[in-house]
């Protein structure tokens, strides 16, 4: 073999490679994640508090988690996300985005924006009959959120979405329980 079929036998190798890397990484090893099979984004919409989530560098040191989603003229989902940062001045931390349905079958499947053109993945794996909590995650298994409707979730319905969520391979040995402020 010469020195231009060496080069170009590496040059294949090293591409598979990259290839092979990339698949691996963006499938993560999981299967196709479910979602809940029919969501009324009229009811979704609303005002919504952190119960637990999986570290989130957006949310680091944030308590009294809640966001808000309100239908836009377009069709599409104003998001606002608010945090409290500290207790003793009441600073807050808020985010505004906007979510998109990515899915119409189910409307459990959305993509949200807060720094165009970076978004998100935002999917609703379980919603209540009352549309009073709701399971979100991303299928990389990386994100998970438990809203509620209240600041305060029965903890039956709360390791109910916590089992559920670890059948679909989310670690929840590192969920982080959101302590809220009161009204």
Not at 59 to 77: L, M, N, S
Not at 138 to 147: C, E, G, M, Y
């Amino acid at each position: 073999m010469n020195n231009r079929n060496i080069a170009i036998a590496s040059t294949l190798l090293s591409a598979a490679a990259i290839g092979a890397y990339a698949v691996l990484r963006n499938s993560n090893n999981h299967p196709e994640l479910p979602v809940e099979e029919s969501v009324d984004l009229d009811r979704y919409l609303g005002e919504w508090y952190e119960i637990a989530h999986l570290p989130f560098k957006y949310e680091k040191g944030c308590f009294g988690v809640k966001a808000i989603y309100a239908k836009r003229d377009d069709g599409d989902i104003d998001v606002l996300n608010i945090c409290h940062k500290d207790s003793l001045t009441g600073e807050l931390d808020i985010a505004k985005g906007k979510a998109c349905v990515v899915d119409t079958k189910t409307n459990a499947k959305l993509k949200v924006t807060f720094a165009w053109p970076f978004s998100g993945d935002y999917w609703i794996l379980k919603v209540g009959k009352k549309y009073d909590f709701a399971l979100v995650g991303t299928p990389d298994r990386d994100n998970l959120w438990i809203l509620s409707r209240t600041p305060e979730m029965d903890e039956n319905r709360l390791e109910k979405l916590r089992t559920h969520a670890q059948n679909l391979g989310f670690d929840t040995s590192k969920l982080i329980y959101t302590t809220q402020v009161e009204a």
